[in-house]
């Protein structure tokens, strides 16, 4: 069992590919959201608003699951499994970051009056890379 990506893992989540973020909700069971998705060193980072079903699931159970599937090669497929670390701190700027990476523009264009952004670093306890780590 690894819990650091593998090269072509992060070849693939540095490309603007959509993630899915698997969470628990408050019943228990599981709520899943496409994100835009980013690498800060070896972890995942994604981003959401104070508000949003993601933010009030990993309030309580900071556990999730994200996978990543390339649009053109549907096997070749990271999955990590962790716990999530949470900051307000830069979340402003990361999600303009993630708008430049997936539509080219400079700032965050969905931004409401108001909102306060949370960015999220996964912590791995799993990294399974369903082609092979560099194949």
Excluded: C
């Excluded at 499994?81 to 979340?91: K, Q, W």
């Excluded at 931004?111 to 912590?123: F, L």
Aim: avoid cysteine; hydrophobic fraction near 40%.
């Amino acid at each position: 069992m690894t819990t650091t990506l593998s090269n072509k893992a992060r070849a693939l989540v540095e490309r603007p590919v959509i993630a899915n973020v698997a969470t628990v909700d408050s019943e228990g069971r599981p709520q899943l959201t496409p994100v835009w998705i980013d690498l800060e060193g070896n972890d995942l980072v994604f981003n959401t608003a104070k508000g949003r079903a993601k933010y009030a699931n990993l309030d309580k159970r900071p556990f999730v699951a994200v996978s990543v599937v390339d649009p053109d090669d549907p096997y070749n497929v990271v999955v990590v499994r962790g716990t999530v670390e949470p900051t307000e701190e830069g979340a402003d700027a990361h999600i303009d970051s993630l708008a430049k990476k997936y539509l080219g523009v400079e700032t965050y264009p969905m931004r409401t009056p108001g909102e306060v952004r949370v960015k999220y670093r996964v912590h791995a306890d799993n990294v399974v890379m369903q082609s092979g780590d560099d194949a």
